[in-house]
């Protein structure tokens, strides 16, 4: 465990190689994935619960021991469903308290919400990524923007389809997310 990253999050997390996966083995971490495509600290798909339910409930499986490092992605579908800044924040702050309580040892880590930025369309999700780093900094967890980065790097090229990158897109994301995970002195 002592070289695993718990990264929980959506389907920009989910596939073998998402750009988050690919962030944190970029900076050493074998990854232990819980969650699932259409989830969110608000959104649920159906097949399980928002972030904080599934926790609690136990739809995930989740590692024992202590890994070396949590990290919490996601948003994107909480922006697509309409789901409030209020609502966000009440289940984001939940789940964090209950990582914290249940791997009080580990560091956590928040990635926020894949978008083009406030001044190129980006709408929601832009916001919502914004949201997620000041309740990040609130809780004095690092936190990776990226909710400029289809932007800033010029990646919406590389789009699959309105919000999910191409292999060679999450190959991109995945090598800007360890740069910025390395900054923040994330790395194993």
Request: aromatic letters at 6%.
């Amino acid at each position: 465990m002592r070289h695993t990253a718990l990264l929980i999050g959506d389907s920009q997390s989910e596939p073998a190689d998402g750009w988050p996966r690919l962030g944190l083995a970029a900076v050493g971490y074998k990854v232990h994935f819980c969650g699932l495509g259409g989830t969110g600290f608000v959104a649920a798909n159906g097949k399980t619960g928002n972030y904080i339910d599934a926790l609690e409930r136990g739809d995930w499986k989740l590692p024992s021991g202590d890994p070396a490092l949590i990290v919490i992605q996601g948003g994107g579908n909480d922006a697509a469903q309409g789901a409030t800044d209020a609502q966000i924040v009440a289940n984001a702050d939940r789940l964090i308290g209950a990582l914290k309580d249940r791997y009080p040892g580990t560091r956590v880590a928040m990635i926020g919400t894949l978008a083009r930025g406030t001044n190129y369309g980006g709408g929601r999700r832009a916001q919502v990524d914004a949201l997620l780093g000041t309740l990040a900094a609130r809780h004095g967890i690092p936190f990776v923007g990226v909710g400029d980065w289809l932007t800033k790097y010029s990646l919406a090229k590389n789009l699959a389809d309105a919000v999910h990158m191409n292999a060679a897109g999450r190959k991109t994301l995945g090598g800007l997310l360890g740069d910025n995970l390395r900054k923040l002195n994330l790395q194993l």
